[in-house]
């Protein structure tokens, strides 16, 4: 599955909020550095407000959302990628990722040690980042020599890789993390970049740890935090992971009723999941019908055959068209049959670019 790594400083709330995100309360969460040892992983259920929708029209008995991984990394400090702390055992945890979360401490708590001694989001955030940065100078020279011998003997992916290390150490050099570079948008560039497989060139985004008391509305720290996220125009959520493991825990009507008490519309790890989902470019696609209303996770730009395949090989094996329904349609117009009689079921093909929200049924050979 699509996996997102909560990354950031000992002590900053990621166990408590992986936990809440996996309602595995309490399991680890603790007050000293370095106890979420081994990394953590975990699924969750990816919140979608349309599948309720689509589910009430088809009478569904069961409905089931998409689902994406996170893990819980553990281990980063200052020198980490020189072997401190829990030395760069966090490394290759990382690098398995698709994309980062930086939970970022916007809390104060004279009981909870701040391994630098003071409560600063932004500059926790340099240190985090500056290991990244500095792994993937490291990693990027260890490739160098391998890369310029096969240059020489006119391999043309040898030679392009080798300008895209050029360009990523420029890059991390003046301080800046690769995902800021400017490469050329052509399919071959696009891949031999992935093939770098560095830490600072997957897409990230910010998590502001506030306090209880700031969940609803954030705190001066958590500005900063969006600050940042907007001048690199990625996203940023502002939650209580203490408030959040407090609601992962109880049945939905109490949550429901706390959540009012604290002013949230819904809990903060929705948006935290969704943050998540929107980075890593999925898109969903439904089916729908009286057993079960179902989320479907694709890559954007997937056709019809491939999102099919998503189901079942045999359904991409076979397929000869796919029934579609625009969300919208489907609600619009009551479900299938109402959707048919305005002439809103579309018969797609082999070419198809699925849409986010397309309802599918698929037809296929066996
Ligand atoms: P990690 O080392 O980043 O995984 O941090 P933990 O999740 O283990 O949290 C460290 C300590 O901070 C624990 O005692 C948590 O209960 C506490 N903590 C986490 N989030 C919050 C928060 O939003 N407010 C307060 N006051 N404490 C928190």
């Known amino acids: 599955g699509f ?174 993390p690769a995902r800021a570079a400017t490469i050329p948008d052509d399919a071959d560039t696009r891949k031999a970049w992935r093939m770098l497989q560095l830490l600072t060139s997957k897409p990230v985004f910010y998590i502001a740890n506030v306090d209880e008391d700031s969940a609803a509305t954030g705190n001066d720290f958590s500005a900063k935090v969006f600050a940042h996220a907007e001048k690199e125009g990625a996203q940023a959520v502002a939650i209580s992971a203490k408030i959040e493991s407090e609601i992962a825990v109880l049945d939905d009507d109490e949550a429901a009723e706390f959540l009012e008490t604290l002013g949230l519309e819904e809990p903060g790890l929705n948006r935290v999941i969704q943050a998540g989902y929107r980075l890593l470019n999925l898109q969903t696609y439904f089916t729908c019908g009286p057993k079960e209303t179902r989320a479907w996770t694709i890559p954007e730009g997937c056709t019809a055959p491939k999102a099919a395949g998503v189901i079942h090989g045999d359904f991409e094996r076979g397929f000869i068209r796919a029934e579609t329904i625009a969300y919208e349609d489907y609600i619009k117009y009551n479900g299938e049959s109402g959707a048919k009689e305005a002439g809103k079921v579309r018969q797609e093909g082999k070419e198809y670019i699925v849409k986010d929200g397309d309802v599918l049924l698929f037809k296929f050979n066996v």
């Open 3 to 176: 996996k997102c790594g909560i990354v950031g400083l000992p002590n900053v709330g990621k166990s408590t909020l992986f936990n809440a995100l996996t309602r595995t309360a309490d399991a680890q969460a603790a007050n000293y550095p370095f106890c979420t040892i081994d990394p953590n992983e975990g699924e969750v259920a990816v919140p979608e407000k349309r599948l309720r929708a689509l589910a009430d029209i088809a009478g569904s008995k069961e409905v089931i959302p998409a689902r994406m991984n996170f893990v819980d990394i553990a281990g980063l400090v200052k020198g980490a990628s020189k072997g401190e702390g829990l030395g760069n055992q966090f490394l290759a945890n990382i690098r398995e990722t698709d994309a980062i979360a930086y939970v970022l401490r916007c809390f104060e708590d004279d009981d909870i040690t701040h391994v630098e001694g003071k409560i600063d989001p932004m500059s926790d955030y340099e240190v985090v980042e500056t290991e990244l940065m500095i792994a993937d100078m490291e990693s990027l020279e260890k490739r160098k020599p391998a890369l310029e011998k096969k240059a020489r003997g006119n391999d043309k992916d040898a030679k392009l890789a080798l300008e895209l290390i050029t360009l990523a150490m420029e890059q991390l050099e003046s301080g800046k």
